[in-house]
C-alpha cells in the first residue's frame, strides 16, 4: 500500500462525487413526481387531454439527465477500481463488482430497474390521461405521442444500459487499456 496524499484525495473527490450524482438523482425524481402529481391534478380539474402531455417535458429531459449521472458514476467506480484502489490497498469497488459479477447480490439492478419502472408509468399514465381528455381531432393527439413515445422509450432503455454488466465492462476495460497505455509511456519516460 502506498501513502499517497495525492491519490487519497483523488479518492475522496471522487467518492463525493459519486454521492452528489446520488442525491441529485433522487432530488430531481422527486422533483419529477410532485410536478407530474401537481399537473395531473390540473388537467383533471380543467379536463384538457393537452395538460396531461406537460409532464413529459420534464420526465423525458430529466431522464436522460439521470441516465447521464448513473453512467458517470459508473464512469467514476471503473476509474477508482483500476487506478486507485491498487495502489491505495483498497477493495471495494473491485468486491462489489465481483458480488455483481458472480450473481450473490439478490437484487443487483434494483434501483435501476425501479426508476425504469416509474419512468414508464409515469410517462404511460400521462400518455393514456392526454388520450382520454383529449378535445382536438384525435389524429393531433397520436402526431404529437408518437416523437415523445419514441423518446420515453430510448430514455427508457438507455437508463437500463447505464448498468448492465456490458456497459461497466465497457469502462473497465477502457481504463484498464489506457493505465497500461500510460505505464508503457511511463517506462519509456525513464
Known amino acids: ?36 402529481a401537481i399537473l395531473f391534478g390540473y388537467g383533471f380539474s380543467i379536463k384538457s387531454g393537452s395538460i396531461f402531455l406537460s409532464p413529459l417535458a420534464i420526465l423525458i429531459p430529466s431522464l436522460f439527465f439521470i441516465t447521464s449521472k448513473l453512467e458517470s458514476t459508473t464512469r467514476i467506480a471503473s476509474y477508482i477500481r ?52 383529449w378535445s382536438p381531432p384525435i389524429w393531433t393527439y397520436f402526431a404529437a405521442i408518437f416523437p415523445l413515445g419514441i423518446l420515453i422509450l430510448v430514455g ?19 481504463w484498464k487499456k489506457l493505465k497500461e497505455i500510460t505505464e508503457e509511456g511511463s517506462s519509456y519516460e525513464n
Not at 500500500?1 to 471522487?14: A, D, G, R, T
Not at 435501476?112 to 392526454?130: N, R
Request: proline share 2%; aromatic share 10%.
Open 82 to 133: 483500476v487506478f486507485i484502489e491498487p495502489e491505495l490497498g483498497l477493495k471495494w469497488q473491485k468486491r462489489w463488482l465481483q458480488l455483481r459479477e458472480k450473481n450473490l447480490i439478490h437484487h443487483k439492478r434494483k434501483y435501476t430497474l425501479s426508476l425504469a419502472g416509474l419512468y414508464g408509468t409515469l410517462s404511460i399514465s400521462c400518455l393514456i390521461l392526454a388520450l382520454i381528455y
Open 1 to 36: 500500500m502506498v501513502e499517497n496524499p495525492n491519490l487519497i484525495e483523488e479518492y475522496k473527490v471522487l467518492r463525493d462525487e459519486i454521492e452528489h450524482n446520488s442525491q441529485i438523482t433522487a432530488t430531481v425524481f422527486l422533483a419529477n413526481v410532485s410536478a407530474t
Open 156 to 174: 427508457i432503455r438507455s437508463l437500463v444500459n447505464a448498468f448492465s454488466s456490458d456497459f461497466r465492462q465497457k469502462y473497465n476495460d477502457s
